[in-house]
T-cell receptor, first 111, second 114 residues
Framework: DAKTTQPPSMDCAEGRAANLPCNHSTISGNEYVYWYRQIHSQGPQYIIH???NNETNEMASLIITEDRKSSTLILPHATLRDTAVYYCLNSYGGSQGNLIFGKGTKLSVKP | GAVVSQHPSRVICKSGTSVKIECRSL??????MFWYRQFPKQSLMLMATSNEGSKATYEQGVEKDKFLINHASLTLSTLTVTSAHPEDSSFYIC??????????FGDGTRLSIL
């Protein structure tokens, strides 16, 4: 079973920031927080990952709480192409970590 | 970013046929490759994990004699569905990772068995 919980769906207006929450209260000390997204009929796309510190890349920002029990993925300016299922996962990373996918959050970006 | 190529993207074949799916990491050496299956409106389910040069480790309930996995090089893994039947119809997705790369996924293979 997945070790994270996410809301099943969210809506966001085009051009606005999309904030996707994730709870991972049982995360262990060496596990990373990973975010992927899956657009219909494609393989999942890697977005970002982090251990303790907040992270930012060209796609998104990842905010991890100090106790590491939850995190938020931020898409700063959502576009229609960001409509997808977003998955938050915990894993040890690299070649050591299996990803256990839950049901994710279906993000719908609306014009 | 890292690129994983999966081929073919779609296969339609008759019941009893064996089907081979290839997964290649194009710009990094993948020490570990993973195979997933996804049924309609469901999430990805891990089938097996393979390390280069070693036998694959299969998840509970996945038949190793039916789903043959070969990971002979650091850039190529193959999944062969042997004697496929309609219930094997699904979306098969591979991923590749290394010590310094998170898992990157291929675009999947939609397998339809008639």
């Amino acid at each position: 079973d997945a070790k994270t919980t996410q809301p099943p769906s969210m809506d966001c207006a085009e051009g606005r920031a999309a904030n996707l929450p994730c709870n991972h209260s049982t995360i262990s000390g060496n596990e990373y927080v990973y975010w992927y997204r899956q657009i219909h009929s494609q393989g999942p796309q890697y977005i970002i990952h982090g251990l303790k510190n907040n992270e930012t890349n060209e796609m998104a920002s990842l905010i991890i709480t100090e106790d590491r029990k939850s995190s938020t993925l931020i898409l700063p300016h959502a576009t229609l192409r960001d409509t997808a299922v977003y998955y938050c996962l915990n894993s040890y990373g690299g070649s050591q970590g299996n990803l256990i996918f839950g049901k994710g959050t279906k993000l719908s970006v609306k014009p | 970013g890292a690129v994983v190529s999966q081929h073919p993207s779609r296969v339609i074949c008759k019941s009893g046929t064996s089907v081979k799916i290839e997964c290649r990491s194009l710009d990094f050496q993948a020490t570990t490759m993973f195979w997933y299956r996804q049924f309609p409106k469901q999430s990805l389910m891990l089938m097996a994990t393979s390390n280069e040069g070693s036998k694959a480790t299969y998840e509970q309930g996945v038949e190793k004699d039916k789903f043959l996995i070969n990971h002979a090089s650091l850039t190529l893994s193959t999944l062969t569905v042997t004697s496929a039947h309609p219930e094997d119809s699904s979306f098969y997705i591979c991923s590749a990772s290394s010590w310094d790369q998170p898992q990157h996924f291929g675009d999947g293979t939609r397998l339809s068995i008639l």
